[in-house]
């Protein structure tokens, strides 16, 4: 490959042609197993289930050292304004520094604010954790909402539903993000206001989905007869905003910061963590920051052919941009991880889901998958049908942990051992010769193997990486998320595109203005037609 990332993107889908048979690469290569896996954090990853041989392996690395990687690395670390739409820097690394002294971004002391945050959250959790923590009619809080969508959301939600056997908070946690009213009315319905708090977060504190949840919640407080002091003490915010947190009714002292280096989808790691720290406990919490630090080590020291998230973003690079893929599964044989291709899906897709590159201009190349997936094995019996027959072809990450908490050993076996035998029939496949033999073994006539066997098959040749956490604990999961961070970066860098803004996401927000104007009433604008029949059904049905 030769000329520019341009050109170089272009030319992978020739070199795509000439991928060789992944059976046959295993076969021919008793040590491609070795060759095709690293290691970092104590997590492994195994790579060799897919199309690539030494040629386009190093087709592939020669594009990483010519991209931008390096450089807007190093000027990330050093607070460039990489995010160059908002002009922001990025910086979601420093907060899970263990060592935030000396940190300074346009003349402010970043490390003292930092450390400042990590105290008042801990405090928070103690005092939580303690019951001393009363209410306005004098009880110790029993329960927690957080108000947040997007990144101030889908973060602590995961992380608290993957951590779930670390929990040691008296303290119960609801979360609230979808505008739809059914989810407060629902979390408040078995809740006492006298006995529960309240965290707004939104670093605009503008959010309409978040801002009218916390509104119904407050409305619920005063219909129970809590007073302004009373809503003032119930709730907390960790918003940029301080003056909209203190017209809502929050004191500046409740108010945990948000920085405009730190984007939503990055901001697990701030106070939009709290969530996680309230149910694992301070000490576990900061053990999902250094897992998450030790990553990022990785990604700043380690040589490409050896680093991590390098690796796993040249793969999804070869089958997006050489394979014309469309889609990556992301299967984590885990119950406790099954929201972590929700995740994921803000991370990249709201990423690199861009059609121009950091100077505006259009991309001529696909950017970004769309990514899906749940738990194994539950979509064992749902869409791996389509992932083993279907002429799509979908790469998939399997994740698994090790070890676990639980006393089910036999049962976790049977897990780990559908996990590699889904990798291995993704990658070997079965034969109509394989097929035909299995249904004459079974006792059939050679007619009725003949006219079952062509739906037995399986093409094989689909790519799959296998990563293995030694167990799913709060230091390795930070450092899983780290991993996928770092992945999504990488992309963005060899696309040449902005992975920290999110423009895509606005338009949506401000058509529905009017559109909820007309629907209330409070005016009357004018739309396309079916927009137009919608909104008359929706008022017919009102009444």
Same mark, same amino acid.
């Given at each position: 490959?030769?000329?520019?990332?341009?050109?170089?993107?272009?030319?992978?889908?020739?070199?795509?042609?000439?991928?060789?048979?992944?059976?046959?690469?295993?076969?021919?290569?008793?040590?491609?197993?070795?060759?095709?896996?690293?290691?970092?954090?104590?997590?492994?990853?195994?790579?060799?289930?897919?199309?690539?041989?030494?040629?386009?392996?190093?087709? !592939?690395?020669?594009?990483?050292?010519?991209?931008?990687?390096?450089?807007?690395?190093?000027?990330?670390?050093?607070?460039?304004?990489?995010?160059?739409?908002?002009?922001?820097?990025?910086?979601?690394?420093?907060?899970?520094?263990?060592?935030?002294?000396?940190?300074?971004?346009?003349?402010?002391?970043?490390?003292?604010?930092?450390?400042?945050?990590?105290?008042?959250?801990?405090?928070?959790?103690?005092?939580?954790?303690?019951?001393?923590?009363?209410?306005?009619?004098?009880?110790?809080?029993?329960?927690?909402?957080?108000?947040?969508?997007?990144?101030?959301?889908?973060?602590?939600?995961? %992380?608290?539903?993957?951590?779930?056997?670390?929990?040691?908070?008296?303290?119960?946690?609801?979360?609230?993000?979808?505008?739809?009213?059914?989810?407060?009315?629902?979390?408040?319905?078995?809740?006492?206001?006298?006995?529960?708090?309240?965290?707004?977060?939104?670093?605009?504190?503008?959010?309409?989905?978040?801002?009218?949840?916390?509104?119904?919640?407050?409305?619920?407080?005063?219909?129970?007869?809590?007073?302004?002091?009373?809503?003032?003490?119930?709730?907390?915010?960790?918003?940029?905003?301080?003056?909209?947190?203190?017209?809502?009714?929050?004191?500046?002292?409740?108010?945990?910061?948000?920085?405009?280096?730190?984007?939503?989808?990055?901001?697990?790691?701030?106070?939009?963590?709290?969530?996680?720290?309230?149910?694992?406990?301070?000490?576990?919490?900061?053990?999902?920051?250094?897992?998450?630090?030790?990553?990022?080590?990785?990604?700043?020291?380690?040589?490409?052919?050896?680093?991590?998230?390098?690796?796993?973003?040249?793969?999804?690079?070869?089958?997006?941009?050489?394979?014309?893929?469309?889609?990556?599964?992301?299967?984590?044989?885990?119950?406790?991880?099954?929201?972590?291709?929700?995740?994921?899906?803000?991370?990249?897709?709201?990423?690199?889901?861009?059609?121009?590159?950091?100077?505006?201009?259009?991309?001529?190349?696909?950017? %970004?998958?769309?990514?899906?997936?749940?738990?194994?094995?539950?979509?064992?019996?749902?869409?791996?049908?389509?992932?083993?027959?279907?002429?799509?072809?979908?790469?998939?990450?399997?994740?698994?942990?090790?070890?676990?908490?639980?006393?089910?050993?036999?049962?976790?076996?049977?897990?780990?051992?559908?996990?590699?035998?889904?990798?291995?029939?993704?990658?070997?496949?079965?034969? !109509?010769?394989?097929?035909?033999?299995?249904?004459?073994?079974?006792?059939?006539?050679?007619?009725?193997?003949?006219?079952?066997?062509?739906?037995?098959?399986?093409?094989?040749?689909?790519?799959?990486?296998?990563?293995?956490?030694?167990?799913?604990?709060?230091?390795?999961?930070?450092?899983?998320?780290?991993?996928?961070?770092?992945?999504?970066?990488?992309?963005?860098?060899?696309?040449?595109?902005?992975?920290?803004?999110?423009?895509?996401?606005?338009?949506?927000?401000?058509?529905?203005?009017?559109?909820?104007?007309?629907?209330?009433?409070?005016?009357?604008?004018?739309?396309?037609?079916?927009?137009?029949?919608?909104?008359?059904?929706?008022?017919?049905?009102?009444?």
């Amino acid at each position: 490959m030769s000329g520019s990332i341009n050109d170089r993107l272009s030319q992978l889908s020739a070199l795509a042609e000439q991928s060789s048979n992944m059976r046959d690469a295993f076969d021919n290569d008793a040590k491609r197993a070795q060759r095709y896996s690293v290691k970092a954090c104590d997590i492994t990853l195994d790579y060799a289930k897919n199309l690539i041989d030494e040629t386009s392996w190093q087709a !592939l690395q020669q594009l990483a050292a010519d991209s931008k990687i390096s450089t807007l690395r190093q000027q990330m670390l050093q607070g460039a304004a990489i995010n160059n739409t908002e002009q922001r820097a990025v910086w979601h690394t420093r907060l899970r520094q263990q060592d935030v002294s000396g940190l300074v971004l346009d003349g402010e002391d970043i490390g003292q604010q930092i450390s400042d945050c990590r105290a008042r959250m801990a405090a928070l959790v103690d005092t939580l954790h303690q019951q001393q923590y009363l209410g306005y009619q004098g009880s110790a809080i029993t329960d927690l909402i957080w108000v947040g969508i997007g990144g101030s959301l889908l973060g602590p939600q995961m %992380a608290v539903e993957a951590l779930t056997p670390y929990h040691c908070s008296p303290v119960k946690l609801h979360f609230a993000g979808n505008i739809d009213g059914a989810v407060v009315s629902d979390i408040v319905s078995g809740l006492n206001p006298a006995t529960t708090l309240v965290v707004v977060a939104s670093k605009s504190f503008g959010t309409e989905e978040t801002k009218q949840n916390a509104l119904a919640i407050r409305q619920w407080f005063t219909d129970h007869g809590a007073d302004k002091s009373a809503i003032a003490h119930h709730f907390w915010a960790t918003s940029s905003n301080i003056a909209a947190a203190a017209e809502f009714g929050i004191e500046q002292k409740n108010i945990l910061p948000m920085w405009d280096w730190v984007g939503g989808r990055y901001s697990l790691w701030s106070a939009i963590g709290l969530p996680v720290a309230l149910m694992i406990g301070n000490q576990n919490f900061q053990q999902l920051l250094a897992g998450a630090e030790a990553m990022d080590q990785h990604f700043f020291n380690a040589p490409f052919a050896e680093n991590m998230p390098v690796i796993m973003a040249l793969l999804g690079i070869w089958y997006i941009n050489g394979h014309h893929c469309q889609a990556q599964a992301l299967l984590p044989y885990s119950h406790y991880l099954r929201l972590l291709p929700s995740y994921v899906q803000q991370l990249d897709m709201e990423s690199n889901g861009k059609s121009v590159d950091r100077d505006g201009h259009a991309l001529p190349y696909a950017s %970004a998958p769309v990514i899906w997936g749940d738990a194994g094995t539950n979509g064992q019996h749902a869409y791996h049908q389509l992932l083993h027959q279907s002429a799509l072809a979908v790469p998939a990450d399997f994740i698994l942990p090790l070890k676990v908490k639980h006393p089910l050993q036999d049962q976790h076996s049977r897990l780990a051992a559908h996990c590699f035998a889904q990798t291995q029939a993704l990658m070997q496949g079965k034969t !109509l010769q394989e097929a035909t033999a299995e249904c004459l073994a079974s006792g059939m006539s050679e007619q009725q193997a003949k006219a079952l066997a062509p739906h037995k098959v399986s093409p094989g040749n689909k790519p799959s990486n296998t990563l293995l956490l030694p167990e799913l604990s709060p230091y390795y999961l930070g450092a899983l998320i780290a991993l996928y961070e770092h992945k999504v970066f990488c992309q963005g860098a060899i696309w040449q595109l902005n992975s920290f803004d999110q423009w895509g996401v606005e338009l949506g927000k401000q058509l529905s203005g009017p559109i909820y104007q007309t629907l209330t009433g409070n005016d009357s604008h004018t739309f396309d037609s079916s927009t137009t029949a919608l909104i008359k059904t929706f008022l017919a049905a009102q009444h």
